[in-house]
């Protein structure tokens, strides 16, 4: 009876430790019993009955390997699958490769497990057709500039299609596109003539632009010195009549203090006439040549009037 007990007991113990499972945190392990769905192991310690409960096997496909295998453990972390270079056509039938990523996530791990039999490779041959539509699309030109663009339809179409799979795609990512060696030269070619093109235009737009700030300049200092030539003629002018003005108030000074002194006995006139005769005559003898100047009958009136002038500002003094 005790070896009966020790056997049970020992056969319990057994039970119970092939029967305790530990799952790692953000994964999951779909049990089945007999045959058939019975529950989700969580992250932490959990319980199955053995021979009876078993974990489903999923069948998997890693990045980098071609070989399939089979896994019971479901991660729900983010996963990201490199493609091969694919083999696409565009609009203008240029054949060119295209490297994808695609960052996706396990959201219902019932899905995963019953509604699609390998998740990767439908995920792969989803996005090789999908690829293959969007591309053909698109010319190459604008397949080599609308990265962004491709990747948002890429995601869109992908995340629609993969939802019964029980996944979330997140981000689709074109690595590289490979158009072929002919077209890669063209390619070449055409963006050298198009920098030189470029070079030219920039050469030319600078001499232009040269030649137009040099006859700015030009014109700027031809009408700056026409402008000082201008005021130096206006200054002079206005110095010239300044000093006309300043001898006419000198001689009207001085003519006022002729007739004061003379007491109103002459005209003030003929006095500033004759002071003007007489510089004149100055003038006109000044020279070694001998000059024979005719004066006029009135000029000579001017001058007695001058000397009676003379005479009587000498009467004064006495």
Same mark, same amino acid.
């Given at each position: 009876?005790?070896?009966?007990?020790?056997?049970f007991?020992v056969?319990?113990v057994i039970?119970f430790c092939?029967?305790?499972r530990t799952v790692?945190?953000?994964?999951v392990?779909?049990?089945e019993r007999?045959?058939k769905?019975n529950g989700?192991?969580?992250?932490?310690?959990?319980?199955?009955i053995?021979f009876?409960d078993k974990p489903?096997?999923i069948?998997w496909?890693y990045p980098?390997?071609?070989r399939?295998?089979?896994?019971?453990?479901?991660?729900l972390?983010?996963?990201?699958?490199?493609?091969?270079?694919?083999?696409?056509?565009?609009?203008?039938n240029?054949n060119i490769?295209i490297?994808?990523?695609?960052?996706?996530?396990?959201?219902?791990p019932?899905?995963?497990?019953y509604?699609?039999?390998?998740l990767?490779?439908a995920?792969?041959?989803?996005t090789?057709?999908?690829?293959r539509?969007?591309?053909?699309?698109?010319?190459?030109?604008?397949?080599?500039i609308?990265?962004?663009?491709?990747n948002?339809?890429l995601?869109?179409?992908l995340?629609?299609?993969?939802n019964k799979?029980g996944v979330?795609v997140?981000r689709?990512e074109?690595?590289?596109?490979?158009p072929?060696?002919?077209i890669?030269e063209a390619?070449?070619k055409q963006?050298?003539?198009?920098?030189e093109?470029?070079?030219?235009?920039?050469?030319?737009?600078?001499?232009?632009r040269?030649?137009?700030?040099q006859?700015e *300049?030009?014109k700027e200092?031809a009408?700056?010195k026409?402008? *000082?030539?201008?005021?130096?003629?206006?200054l002079?002018a206005?110095?010239e009549?300044e000093?006309?003005?300043k001898v006419?108030?000198?001689e009207?000074?001085?003519?006022k203090?002729v007739?004061?002194?003379?007491?109103q006995f002459?005209?003030?006139?003929?006095?500033?006439i004759?002071?003007?005769?007489?510089?004149?005559?100055?003038?006109m003898?000044? *020279?070694?040549?001998?000059k024979l100047?005719?004066?006029p009958?009135e000029a000579t009136?001017?001058?007695?009037?001058?000397?009676?002038?003379?005479?009587?500002?000498?009467?004064?003094?006495k």
């Amino acid at each position: 009876m005790e070896t009966a007990l020790i056997v049970f007991a020992v056969l319990a113990v057994i039970f119970f430790c092939f029967g305790i499972r530990t799952v790692q945190q953000a994964t999951v392990i779909i049990v089945e019993r007999l045959g058939k769905y019975n529950g989700i192991l969580t992250s932490g310690i959990n319980f199955m009955i053995p021979f009876f409960d078993k974990p489903k096997q999923i069948e998997w496909r890693y990045p980098g390997h071609m070989r399939t295998q089979y896994i019971s453990v479901i991660d729900l972390r983010e996963t990201v699958y490199d493609f091969p270079p694919q083999d696409v056509i565009t609009k203008d039938n240029v054949n060119i490769k295209i490297n994808a990523l695609i960052y996706f996530q396990i959201t219902d791990p019932l899905k995963v497990a019953y509604e699609v039999t390998s998740l990767q490779l439908a995920i792969e041959k989803l996005t090789q057709t999908t690829l293959r539509n969007v591309i053909g699309e698109l010319e190459l030109d604008q397949t080599l500039i609308s990265r962004e663009t491709i990747n948002a339809k890429l995601r869109t179409i992908l995340d629609e299609a993969s939802n019964k799979w029980g996944v979330k795609v997140n981000r689709v990512e074109l690595q590289d596109i490979t158009p072929p060696p002919a077209i890669r030269e063209a390619m070449e070619k055409q963006m050298k003539a198009e920098r030189e093109r470029r070079a030219v235009i920039l050469e030319a737009e600078g001499t232009k632009r040269a030649k137009i700030l040099q006859a700015e *300049g030009e014109k700027e200092a031809a009408i700056n010195k026409a402008e *000082g030539v201008k005021r130096a003629k206006i200054l002079q002018a206005e110095g010239e009549a300044e000093a006309k003005i300043k001898v006419a108030q000198a001689e009207a000074e001085a003519v006022k203090i002729v007739a004061d002194n003379l007491n109103q006995f002459a005209n003030p006139a003929n006095y500033l006439i004759s002071i003007k005769y007489i510089e004149a005559l100055q003038k006109m003898v000044d *020279g070694k040549d001998n000059k024979l100047v005719y004066m006029p009958y009135e000029a000579t009136g001017i001058l007695g009037a001058v000397g009676a002038v003379k005479e009587l500002v000498a009467q004064q003094k006495k």
